[in-house]
Nanobody, 115 residues
Framework: QVQLVESGGGLVQPGGSLRLSCAASGLLFSSYVMNWVRQVPGKQRELVATIESSGYRKYAAFLKGRFTISRDNAKNTVYLQMNSLQPEDTAVYYC?????????WGRGTQVTVSS
């Protein structure tokens, strides 16, 4: 059974930083592309960042270099380092993996950017 468990969200002031973690189990983690996706209530989910099994990374254009995705295959964990956070980054952040036959989502972690 594939499980994805996010952690690290919270309340932060504008300009602050947070590091999200997603612990994966039940899959050969190192073989798969891992994604971070966020959702604001009432809006569609949007892809934030992707890291391939090779380590190649892709980011949403709106991030403007503020976030960094990374992975530790020994720990079956993917991270999202978020810097220079702005109120518009407020959302629930989800970890996602597509195994081909189906995809899996974590329960999400809330990030709130507010003064």
């Amino acid at each position: 059974q594939v499980q994805l468990v996010e952690s690290g969200g919270g309340l932060v002031q504008p300009g602050g930083s947070l590091r999200l973690s997603c612990a994966a189990s039940g899959l050969l983690f190192s073989s798969y592309v891992m994604n971070w996706v966020r959702q604001v209530p009432g809006k569609q989910r949007e892809l934030v960042a992707t890291i391939e099994s090779s380590g190649y990374r892709k980011y949403a254009a709106f991030l403007k270099g503020r976030f960094t995705i990374s992975r530790d295959n020994a720990k079956n964990t993917v991270y999202l380092q978020m810097n220079s956070l702005q109120p518009e980054d407020t959302a629930v952040y989800y970890c996602h993996v597509d195994l081909g036959l189906r995809d899996y989502w974590g329960r999400g972690t809330q990030v709130t950017v507010s003064s």
